[in-house]
């Protein structure tokens, strides 16, 4: 039952040190994470988001590099 619309989740299990799990437990208490998994979840999330991001920015070529630094050259930054 439940809505159609709604997709079924799916669920693996992964292994964390017992002391881990133990410190996310206590860190959790009185927010509103109702388990481990939840944070872990949300954290990951997070971390993976956060590369992602990193990932989009603009890097330069070399080509462009090489041209900011004869830029720099002629105004006198670099040597």
Same mark, same amino acid.
């Given at each position: 039952?439940?809505? &159609? #619309?709604?997709?079924?989740?799916?669920?693996?299990?992964?292994?964390?040190?017992?002391?881990l799990y133990?410190?996310?437990?206590?860190?959790?208490?009185?927010? #509103?994470f109702?388990?481990v998994?939840?944070?872990v979840?949300?954290?990951?999330r997070?971390?993976?988001?956060s590369?992602?991001?990193?990932?989009?920015?603009e890097v330069?070529?070399? &080509?462009e &590099?090489?041209?900011?630094?004869?830029r720099l050259?002629?105004l #006198?930054?670099?040597d």
């Amino acid at each position: 039952m439940g809505d &159609e #619309g709604e997709k079924e989740r799916k669920y693996t299990t992964v292994s964390i040190p017992i002391q881990l799990y133990e410190k996310i437990k206590q860190r959790i208490e009185g927010t #509103g994470f109702t388990s481990v998994s939840d944070y872990v979840t949300y954290v990951l999330r997070e971390v993976l988001a956060s590369l992602e991001e990193e990932e989009k920015e603009e890097v330069f070529t070399k &080509e462009e &590099e090489e041209k900011v630094k004869e830029r720099l050259r002629a105004l #006198g930054y670099l040597d």
